[in-house]
């Protein structure tokens, strides 16, 4: 398994991994995953997007943030998604903290989630982050259990949108 940044090389197989998440109906993360990829042009533009922001450019209030795709070159098949914010501000980090990462669903229990959270953990130690904030919805019983597994204990329980209350986030903290 590999961890690769977002490159225009890769448009088949993210295809196939969005049109498999997409006939699934599951929730897609991280992000970056819902910009648009259908055509040449919007997957090269994703990649773009990927890039721009992990350098802080065109980013608004929002913190610079690095993304990388689980590959397996054996099968060559994308496996899923990890976005690692470089800090936290008001606008994006105060709810989902830190890290994202998403699997999809035909790979599922497999231990990639993990795998992805354990990456994504040491690259925020290389970047000199000394803890970590994460967050998963509550009814994302695989996800919140990945993060205790990994270390992150429970700090909280906070609504994304107050006046829906299914839209609980389960935050956890991780000291590097």
């Known amino acids: 398994?590999?961890?690769?940044?977002?490159?225009?090389?890769?448009?088949?197989q993210y295809r196939e991994m969005l049109d498999e998440w997409l006939a699934d109906g599951s929730r897609i993360a991280p992000w970056t995953l819902h910009l648009p990829y259908v055509s040449a042009e919007d997957f090269a533009a994703l990649v773009a997007r990927c890039e721009e922001v992990e350098r802080g450019e065109n980013i608004g209030d929002f913190a610079?943030?690095?993304?990388?795709?689980?590959?397996?070159?054996?099968?060559?098949?994308?496996i899923g998604?990890?976005?690692?914010?470089?800090?936290?501000?008001?606008t994006d980090g105060q709810l989902w903290g830190h890290i994202g990462y998403g699997i999809r669903p035909s790979e599922r229990r497999k231990g990639y989630a993990a795998l992805a959270l354990q990456t994504m953990l040491q690259e925020a130690k290389a970047r000199g982050l000394n803890e970590v904030l994460l967050g998963a919805y509550s009814s994302n019983i695989g996800s919140w259990k990945t993060m205790e597994r990994c270390g992150a204990r429970f700090l909280r329980s906070v609504l994304e949108d107050e006046?829906?209350?299914?839209?609980?986030?389960k935050q956890y903290h991780i000291t590097l």
């Open 163 to 169: 006046s829906d209350p299914n839209s609980e986030i």
């Open 81 to 90: 998604a990890c976005n690692l914010r470089h800090w936290l501000n008001d």
């Open 64 to 78: 610079p943030n690095s993304t990388w795709w689980l590959y397996d070159e054996e099968r060559d098949k994308l």
């Open 1 to 12: 398994m590999q961890f690769i940044k977002p490159n225009v090389t890769y448009h088949s």
